[in-house]
T-cell receptor, first 112, second 111 residues
Framework: DTAVSQTPKYLVTQMGNDKSIKCEQNLGHDTMYWYKQDSKKFLKIMFS???????INETVPNRFSPKSPDKAHLNLHINSLELGDSAVYFC???????????FGSGTRLTVV | GENVEQHPSTLSVQEGDSAVIKCTYSDSASNYFPWYKQELGKRPQLIID?????GEKKDQRIAVTLNKTAKHFSLHITETQPEDSAVYFC??????????FGTGTRLQVFP
């Protein structure tokens, strides 16, 4: 059983398109995150949701819109994709009162 | 906000030698310091963590030390093996509000 699953694993799309990435966790965790890992492997937080409520938005362009329909799901929609959006996007989750993050397997987004 | 610096960016060691990766953080209020290992094309995975009320923690061949006064923490890997080759990330946070990651260290262990 995959604890944190993301779909799709790979996404190749043209500039200007709109795309979504989905994330689901079956760990019962309260908090979910989106991180972006660029070509230099730098991991940077984008958003954090706690029980469906947005708690962190790290100066991400408003072309990026997260949505959490319930505490087990956190999706990321990206409008008007740009070349600089190319990266690996990782979803993660953590339980309340504990500290360990569990990461999903990542979505490699390539904008051409 | 928190800023985490990590050194070195690359580290090559012979199998059986020790490897040390060092991080410094800026926010003295940070109280949680995990280390993640990311193999090529894989997700980051938690390998060890330490909280601010502890100075050292060990798990088999890996250990982490924390110096709160100097705002330094380090990862020590002893008796390195080729399967230890990966990118290692340190991170810091306050009550897991959000993890701020270091820039990563690419460790290569040569047989």
């Amino acid at each position: 059983d995959t604890a944190v699953s993301q779909t799709p694993k790979y996404l190749v799309t043209q500039m200007g398109n709109d795309k979504s990435i989905k994330c689901e966790q079956n760990l019962g965790h309260d908090t979910m995150y989106w991180y972006k890992q660029d070509s230099k492997k730098f991991l940077k937080i984008m958003f954090s949701y706690n029980n469906k409520e947005l708690i962190i938005n790290e100066t991400v362009p408003n072309r990026f819109s997260p949505k959490s329909p319930d505490k087990a799901h956190l999706n990321l929609h990206i409008n008007s994709l740009e070349l600089g959006d190319s990266a690996v996007y990782f979803c993660a989750s953590s339980p309340k009162g504990d500290y360990g993050y569990t990461f999903g397997s990542g979505t490699r987004l390539t904008v051409v | 906000g928190e800023n985490v610096e990590q050194h070195p960016s690359t580290l090559s060691v012979q199998e059986g030698d020790s490897a040390v990766i060092k991080c410094t953080y800026s926010d003295s209020a940070s109280n949680y310091f995990p280390w993640y290992k990311q193999e090529l094309g894989k997700r980051p995975q938690l390998i060890i963590d330490i909280r601010s009320n502890v100075g050292e923690k060990k798990d088999q061949r890996i250990a982490v030390t924390l110096n709160k006064t100097a705002k330094h923490f380090s990862l020590h890997i002893t008796e390195t093996q080729p399967e230890d080759s990966a990118v290692y990330f340190c991170a810091a946070s306050l009550n897991t509000d959000k993890l701020i990651f270091g820039t990563g260290t690419r460790l290569q262990v040569f047989p």
